[in-house]
């Protein structure tokens, strides 16, 4: 088998994975309510509940940057991606409240390795890509995001149970994951390397970077926990409308990653992740001074214009700043990303009580901003994939219409 077409059916196959992890997540999140009602579980212990799958999944980013020291990054994704879709049956599975907890449990630990290590090989596909693909897995993970709320909301509106809803997913999904994952592509280059980590101060020289991903998360956050009830409460929209904004962020966030490789292939990274900040705290600002609910709708839809290409190209970043340690550098950079999801919520949410949600609206706004400081951090303005240089187009793997 030729390089070019190895490495195109390790994107393939990567690229479902994104998707199918998207479908996971969005099966979960979305029937929060359906959860608590099944288990009984209290106002006052549902947070202790949500806040324990991104703490576990920090760890289990944590455990991966070592496991990936003795076993290939598509050997941990092989084996983490089946337990996070068994787990999310775990979930509808139960009967009493021990049971979703350890469910809850082993989906955010295999959820912290599954996504340390997808990105991992994101990264170094890119690197042997020699041109930017890396908004294209996210926006698999967009796509796969979007079927999956609407799978839930099906399952909500024809009043379906949790196992009911999870069980046709998984059934299509989970061998279909387990074929695809022949085709992992590892990195071929620095498994030596890799030993050494990010050496002396390498972490100070990734810091700007997890900083990054955590504001971007902070923004995302705010979007996905408290659209609906801004839409509603602050600018006065009906219930059916206040569920807008969050499939139009999710719709534009597909968009804006399915076309941000071309704009990072012309452009370059550090132009695309200073426009994208610049897009999104305009956003954010447009939200905070809405006079009602189709300006504040303008405001979310410029915000999944604005945050989709951040995290992306963040990762792709981290394996420009260290090619021989790139999976220690993504394991590390992930933490970061349950960090901000920890973060954005009850931030937003505290302020909101004590002073105004409109208010609230600025503080990520903010936060957002703190890209600018470090756009340099993603390239130098001839990066045009992130990495740092683009690999002699004697091969174009990918090309005649296989580009994602």
């Not at 997808?118 to 908004?135: D, E, P, T």
């Not at 604005?306 to 394991?331: E, N």
């Amino acid at each position: 088998m030729t390089d070019d077409v190895r490495l195109r059916r390790g994107r393939g196959a990567l690229g479902f994975s994104f998707f199918v992890q998207g479908v996971a997540f969005a099966l979960l999140v979305t029937r929060i309510p359906a959860i608590q009602d099944r288990y009984g579980i209290s106002d006052g212990l549902l947070p202790a509940f949500l806040a324990a799958v991104p703490i576990l999944a920090g760890a289990a980013s944590v455990a991966t940057e070592h496991l990936v020291k003795r076993v290939a990054p598509s050997v941990v994704l092989r084996w983490a991606q089946p337990v996070v879709l068994l787990a999310l049956l775990g979930v509808g599975a139960g009967s009493q409240m021990w049971h979703v907890a350890v469910a809850l449990g082993v989906f955010g630990l295999s959820v912290g390795a599954l996504d340390a290590s997808m990105n991992m090989l994101g990264v170094s596909l890119q690197r042997a890509y020699g041109r930017s693909i890396m908004l294209g897995f996210h926006a698999a993970y967009s796509l796969g995001g979007i079927l999956g709320a609407s799978a839930a909301w099906a399952g909500a509106h024809w009043h379906l149970g949790l196992f009911v809803s999870y069980l046709p997913a998984v059934a299509v999904l989970l061998p279909l994951v387990l074929l695809g994952s022949r085709r992992y592509v590892d990195d071929q280059q620095g498994e030596a390397v890799a030993e050494k980590g990010l050496g002396a101060g390498g972490f100070k020289l990734l810091l700007p970077l997890c900083l990054v991903m955590a504001c971007a998360y902070i923004g995302d956050s705010t979007v996905a926990n408290w659209s609906a009830k801004y839409l509603q409460d602050v600018l006065g929209s009906s219930e059916q409308m206040a569920t807008v904004p969050y499939n139009v962020y999710m719709v534009t966030t597909l968009i804006g990653r399915a076309v941000g490789d071309l704009g990072v292939r012309r452009f370059g990274a550090v132009a695309v992740v200073r426009g994208g900040t610049l897009v999104a705290a305009c956003g954010f600002a447009v939200v905070a001074a809405a006079p009602g609910a189709w300006v504040g709708m303008l405001g979310f839809t410029l915000l999944g214009i604005g945050l989709c290409v951040i995290v992306p190209q963040t990762f792709a970043a981290a394996g420009r700043l260290f090619p021989g340690a790139s999976d220690t550098a993504v394991a590390r950079l992930n933490i970061f990303n349950y960090v901000g999801f920890l973060i954005g919520s009850p931030l937003v949410g505290g302020i909101g009580d004590a002073w105004s949600y409109r208010g609230a609206m600025l503080v990520p706004m903010v936060l957002v901003l703190v890209t600018l400081f470090y756009a340099r951090s993603f390239g130098s303005d001839g990066a045009r994939y992130g990495v740092g240089h683009e690999r002699p187009r004697v091969v174009d793997v990918g090309r005649g219409g296989n580009e994602v």
